[in-house]
Structures are given as structure tokens and as C-alpha cells.
């Protein structure tokens, strides 16, 4: 099993505050106005979440790197790929690893209203990721792994998992996120890839969408 996640970063997140998101400014960031994470308002330990599963990627590991072992092989989401532009908010985002690669690149475009893919389809968590980002990380681990989402907000690691063929188990503890996560997981498993058709089969998956 391998833990892809998002957790609460613990940095008190409310738009307008810290910005982790990319939401940006405009319709985005009026809609998710001072929504605040669940759990993030307290600092967050990564210990539990070592002692289950074999491989680890943990997003936002910089905010709480101090109680993570050291590691080389943290993955880079640049969000301003190719723009040359900065603005107020965070250049980029860290993941933490235990893959025991070296660190890793992913270049997508992801600011407000310009991002890269998904565009036209409005955001449903204030945090929520990319689905292409969460696709590339669910690729440094093998094929048949599990894929366990303790923090799966409005599904994303679920839906990327599922266009991919892999087994994958979401927990989240709002239950509005939960529901979202569980109708775009659904979507997601209706519409597979046309290249990745045991998305559809995969007994793991089916035994997700049953529970
Ligand atoms: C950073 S967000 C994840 C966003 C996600 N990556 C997405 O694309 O939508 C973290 C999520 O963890 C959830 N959460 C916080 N504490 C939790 C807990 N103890 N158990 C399960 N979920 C929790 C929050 O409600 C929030 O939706």
C-alpha cells in the first residue's frame, strides 16, 4: 500500500490568509472565501501515516518537514509553468517522498481562472490539486499498489487513481467533500480513459465504488 495525499498543512488556511491553492483571485477566490480545512488549525503530524504502507508522498511536506525523516526525493509542482509570472502567492508546492528517487519536476499551469487542464470545470474544494499533478505522482509507484488517501478532500488522488487503473481507498471527514469525492470517483470510473479500460474492471476499484 502507498499513502498519496494532501493533508491539512497546518497553516491555518483560509483564502485571503495563506494560499496554498492556486484558487488566485477573482470568482474563485470570492466562492471560497474564508472557508477554512479541517484540521488545519493546529500543526499537523505526518508519524502516524509513516507506520502505514510501504511508500509515501505527502504533499505540503515543507510545512511540516521538521517531523519528517530527510529524504532527496521530494516532487516539484511548478504552477507557474512556462509564465514567467509571480505573483503574492506560492510558486510552487512540495512533496515529500520516501520513493527513494532524486527530486522530480512537474511543470502545470495553475492560477485562478488559467490552469493548464480542467478548464471550464469550476473548483469544488478551496485546495484541491489537479487531477493531471496527482496522476504523475500516482505513476512513481508500481502498478497493483494501493493507493490509500487519508485527507482525499473532493477526491482528486481517488479520481486520478481510478483513470489509471489503480486500486485506490479515500477517507475524508467532511461529509460534503466526502459526497463530492465520491460522485467524482464515481464519474470518473463511468468515463475512463479509452487506453486505460481495466480502470473500468479492476476488482479494487469496483469494491471501492460499492462500499
Ligand atoms: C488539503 S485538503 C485535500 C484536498 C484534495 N487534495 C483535493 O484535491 O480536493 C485536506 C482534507 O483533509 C480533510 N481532513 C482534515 N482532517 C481530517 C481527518 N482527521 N480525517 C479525514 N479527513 C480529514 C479536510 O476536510 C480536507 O478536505
Redesign the pocket.
Known sequence: MAIV?????GIG?AHGGNDNSGIGRGAYATKFAKIE????DRPFDPAPLLTIGNQHIL??GNHFADRLPSSSAWLTWDKRAASGHSNDFADCELAWTDLGTVARMFRHHWDGMMKASERGQPR??P???PIAL?EWCIRFIANGTIIL?????????GVASVKLGRPFIG????EG?FDI?CARIRKAHDQPDMLIEAARTAPAAQEALDL
Request: hydrophobic share 25%; net charge negative; glycine share 12%.
Open positions: 495525499s494532501d493533508p491539512p498543512y488556511f480545512i479541517r484540521g488545519d504533499w505540503g469544488v474544494h485546495t484541491q490539486k496527482m488517501d487519508p485527507y482525499m478532500g473532493s477526491g482528486t488522488t477517507i475524508e471527514i467532511d467533500y469525492a
